[in-house]
Structures are given as structure tokens and as C-alpha cells.
């Protein structure tokens, strides 16, 4: 493992400010599958990363041909931007039970798409085919507010591609230029949620410009380089990494407060994918965890230490 990488010192063009906020694209889904599929191979993690890309295949399947449900009421929308609030708060969408339609459509596709399951993922499956609207809601605010251990382990993959399955349909309806920019945002401009990684880019006219990812909508949003997305801290702040590393993931360490936060840089994997590139680089997580530095981002497709079924 390496450390005190030197970042650029100058990362930022004075003649040109980033955009804000950038949307996903309507294609985010199939091409995260793509990029699991390739780093499964030859992965420890292979079966787990090969189950992800089917359950991604399944998201973006009920993307394109989303099930019938309300759409966001526009006036509460427009007053949510016009007061500078969250337009797809957590808290208030969590209510809506159109991310239970978007569950049951990704459940009843992702059974369609696959056959000669494992049968811990049948019944895992089964088990949220079956469960009430209020059950579900239980685990779903359970898992959004970090406390991973409240949920079952074998659900959380399907519920948290499910609930960031609905976000980013109702992402459909925000319109990136109308988020106001904040200094020091950190937390998702659109929802509300923590980043699951950084994302350093590589092209211009953003070339080495950070944006933060959201672990639930998947919103991108510019945060400088070299300071705490936590705490704000800029002094002394460490990049960690393993040097054969295919993933061209780095961890921001944060002394401070004793956080780190996962960066992907394009320049070094051009073809990666914030997401898929976090899972497939545990390992690092591991190596971090026995720094006694502690994770702060959510990846909702994972539970973290999780031992056994929790009701």
C-alpha cells in the first residue's frame, strides 16, 4: 500500500467553474452491469459481482419500461427548488409507495431474466415478494439511514437497487440547472444521501475535477479536490491505494476526523465506474479497517460485516 500520493496543486482552470450538478445518464444501469461483468473475472468476489450485474441488467430493463405509477406532483417540485430545499428528500419520498412499485417491477423482472437461482437468493427474494407494505418500508428506512445490520443481509442488494431505482426515475423530473450550488455540499443536492465515492475526471473542459457520487439517486455534484467530505479538513490529508490495483481506486484519509472516502480516477481506469468500482475494491476497504479508519459512505448493493439474518 502507498501513501502521500501528490495530488495536483493547481486542479481547478480559472477561466472555466465546473457545472454544479450532473445528472446520470438514462443508460447508467446497463452500463454499470457491463463494467461488473468485467471485473468479475478472475475476481474474488466473482459470484457476488455476477449476482450485481444481473440486478443492475433487471434496473435498467425497468428503467426503460418503468411500471405505472403517479408522477411527482410539479408545483411541489418547483416550491422545493425555489426554497433551496431537497426536491427528492429521503424523508419525504421514503412515504411514497411508488418505490415499492418500482421493487415489485424489478423483483418480477430480475425472476424473468434468471433462471437456476441460488436458493438463498429464492428465498431472499421470496421473502420480499411476501413482505407488507410497512415491513418493507422498515427495512428500506433502515437501510438509508446506515444501519445495515437492521436489515436482512440477503435483501439489501435487491432493496437498495430498488429504492435507487425509483430515485433515479424520479430523477427524470429535476432539471439540473435549476440546483443551486452550495458551497461545501456534502450530501447529495437532490436527495439528501452521502456519496458513495468521489469521481475524478479526466476530459475536458473538467479535466481533474472531483464530483461526488450519490450513493442512492446517483447524482454527481463538484466538491473540491483535497478536503474532507466529511469534516471539511484540508491539512495533511492522505491518498491510500494498493500499487497493482486495476481499479484506479485511491482512499482520501482524512486524519481528522478518521474518515476516508474512495476516489476513482478516470485518468487511470478510463472505463470505470464509480459503483462497481468501489465493490470490486474491498480489499482496500479491509487493508483500511485494520488502520482503524472508519467508512463513512454507504454502497446500498452491499452490507458491510454483515453476520447472518436479522428480522
Not at 480559472?14 to 461488473?36: E, H, Y
Not at 439511514?145 to 436489515?151: E, L, N, W
Not at 432539471?175 to 437532490?190: F, G, K
Not at 486524519?255 to 459503483?275: D, H, M
Request: proline share 7%.
Amino acid at each position: 500500500m502507498s501513501s502521500n500520493i501528490l495530488e495536483p496543486g493547481e486542479i481547478e482552470n480559472a477561466a472555466m467553474t465546473p457545472p454544479f450538478v450532473q445528472l446520470p445518464p438514462l443508460d447508467m444501469f446497463s452500463k454499470r452491469a457491463a463494467r461488473l461483468e468485467t471485473l468479475a473475472k478472475g475476481h474474488p468476489m466473482a459470484a457476488y459481482l455476477q449476482l450485481l450485474a444481473k440486478i443492475c441488467h433487471a434496473q435498467q430493463s425497468v428503467l426503460d419500461a418503468p411500471p405505472s405509477q403517479p408522477e411527482l406532483d410539479a408545483h411541489t417540485l418547483a416550491g422545493a427548488l425555489q426554497h433551496d430545499m431537497l426536491p427528492l428528500a429521503v424523508d419525504t419520498l421514503l412515504h411514497n409507495t411508488g418505490w415499492q412499485v418500482q421493487l415489485d417491477a424489478l423483483l418480477n423482472t430480475f425472476i424473468k431474466q434468471n433462471n437456476d437461482l441460488p436458493e438463498a437468493v429464492q428465498q431472499a427474494l421470496q421473502r420480499l415478494q411476501l413482505a407488507d407494505i410497512k415491513q418493507r418500508n422498515i427495512w428500506a428506512t433502515a437501510l438509508l439511514s446506515g444501519r445495515f445490520s437492521a436489515v436482512p443481509g440477503a435483501l439489501t442488494p435487491f432493496l437498495g437497487a430498488a429504492l435507487q431505482l425509483a430515485w433515479r426515475y424520479w430523477l427524470k423530473s429535476i432539471n439540473a440547472e435549476d440546483i443551486r450550488e452550495r458551497e461545501d455540499q456534502t450530501e447529495c443536492p437532490c436527495c439528501g444521501s452521502l456519496p458513495v465515492t468521489g469521481v475524478i475526471r479526466h476530459r475536458r473542459p473538467i479535466d481533474g475535477v472531483r464530483y461526488l457520487l450519490c450513493s442512492l439517486c446517483a447524482t454527481e455534484w463538484h466538491y473540491v479536490r483535497l478536503k474532507c467530505s466529511h469534516c471539511l479538513n484540508t491539512r495533511a490529508l492522505d491518498y491510500l491505494h494498493f500499487d497493482d490495483s486495476p481499479h484506479g481506486v485511491k482512499a482520501e484519509v482524512c486524519p481528522e476526523c478518521n474518515t476516508y472516502l474512495k476516489q476513482l480516477y478516470l485518468e487511470i481506469a478510463p472505463s470505470g465506474e464509480a459503483l462497481s468500482a468501489d465493490l470490486a475494491s474491498l480489499d482496500l476497504d479491509l487493508a483500511l479497517t485494520e488502520k482503524n479508519l472508519q467508512r463513512r459512505a454507504p454502497n446500498l448493493l452491499l452490507a458491510p460485516g454483515h453476520e447472518g439474518e436479522t428480522n
